[in-house]
Structure formats: C-alpha cells, structure tokens
C-alpha cells in the first residue's frame, strides 16, 4: 500500500497476556518510530530504528516491551505480560531517510487491557 | 520529556474565523514541524519549517519560526469544520543530531463552531 499500515487495528488483552503491534512502513523509507497515545495527550515516543538498527530504545517503558526490525522493514512491537497500564493507542511512523524529515503515520493499534 | 508545549490547550471558534495556536521549546532545533489528528485517526503531517526560514504557507496554513524566542506558531485561514481536530507541535529531540527521536508536544484541541 501507499502508507503505513498496522495491524491489528484494535486488540483487547487479559491482563497477564502477551500481545504483538505489527507495522509495515512505507517501502523505502529508512527511519521508523513506535509511539504510544494516551487519551487526550501527545503522542510519547518509545524507540527509533535506522533500517534493522534499533537507534534508540529510551521511552520503552519497561523490560515488558520489545521491539524488532529485522529486516530494516516491516516491525514489530511486543509487549509481554500486558498490564492496564499498557493501555493506548500505539503509533508506527516512517520517514524517507533520518529523524529530521516529515514522517508518516499509520492509523494505530488501539491496546485495551482488561 | 516533552520538547514542545502547544498553547492553548484547547481552542474553539466560528467557521469562518482565524485559528492560531504557539508551540514553544527547549533546546535548539534544525526543524519543526506540525501535525493534526482527527479523533481516532493517525497523525497527518502538515507542514515542517526549517531553522533558517522564518514563515512558510501552504494553502491556508501559516507557520512562522522564531529561533531566538524558540516558538512557533501555526495559523490557519477561513477555518472550517473540517479543521476539527487536535494539532501538535514535533521537535527533532536532539537538535541537530541525524539520530534525534521527533517529540510531540500535548497538543492543541481545535473545535469549529458551526
């Protein structure tokens, strides 16, 4: 497709379960983020890939999340024994080359813990 | 760790009328740039201006760039009600680094008043 895409577009999960956000950026494009959107608030970054690299991993909030690319494509984020406070929206972006240019957004996986 | 805050936190007008609304941030920047988000959706680029440009438009959005207050504005023209959503202010996190993480500020709740 043109933009990014990510799936699933909504998840519900026991607490305790674990859950996978996949992301598939727009081809070519080198950078892409993962975010997480709290209710009426910014989006909050979590971690940065360079192609397969991952750059920068300082907002992931906890040792229960994990994110990959290896394939310096699609991505995957994984967060393991989902708690409530896991709950958000999670936001994919990819830009064309380094942080510093326009990026694209997907529509979101919208996490619910129960 | 927020680089942008937007003002004012939310803002309603009549159709027709001028909205605008300031980001302002902490460190020096290459860039900034601004997005909206419709309710529910992902984020759309709008426009990035660069540190050495002082205003740019595209169609009836207005940016300027103030460097030396580290503030930015957008203005949007003639608004409408498909103007309705949230915009947000992004800042490279590390300034000038090509590695930097973009930040989003908490953003700006826009309503058009039929």
């Known amino acids: 497709g043109a933009g990014v895409s990510q799936s699933p577009r909504y998840k519900v999960a026991k607490r305790g379960q674990d859950v996978a956000l996949r992301c598939d950026p727009i081809?070519?494009?080198?950078?892409l983020f993962w975010y997480q959107q709290a209710l009426g608030q910014g989006p909050e970054f979590l971690t940065y890939f360079q192609n397969e690299a991952q750059l920068d991993k300082s907002g992931l909030p906890s040792d229960r999340f994990f994110a990959e690319r290896p394939e310096g494509s699609v991505s995957t984020l994984k967060i393991q024994r989902t708690q409530q406070e896991d709950s958000a929206v999670y936001l994919c972006?990819?830009?064309?080359?380094?942080?510093?240019?326009?990026?694209?957004f997907g529509q979101g996986t919208r996490l619910t813990v129960v | 760790s927020q680089q942008g805050e937007e003002d004012p936190q939310a803002l309603s007008i009549q159709e027709g009328e001028n909205a605008t609304m300031n980001c302002s941030y902490k460190t020096s920047i290459n860039n900034l740039q601004w997005y909206r988000q419709n309710s529910g959706r992902g984020l759309v680029h709008l426009i990035l201006i660069r540190s050495n440009e002082r205003e740019k438009h595209s169609g009836r959005l207005r940016v300027t760039l103030d460097t030396s207050k580290k503030s930015s504005s957008l203005l949007i023209t003639a608004s409408r009600a498909a103007d309705t959503a949230s915009y947000f202010c992004?800042?490279?996190?590390?300034?000038?680094?090509?590695?930097?993480?973009?930040?989003f500020g908490s953003g700006t709740r826009l309503s058009i008043r039929p």
């Open positions: 992004a800042t490279p996190s590390a300034g000038y680094s090509s590695a930097s993480k973009i930040i």
């Open positions: 081809s070519g494009h080198v950078s």
């Open positions: 972006a990819s830009s064309l080359d380094r942080a510093n240019t326009e990026a694209f």
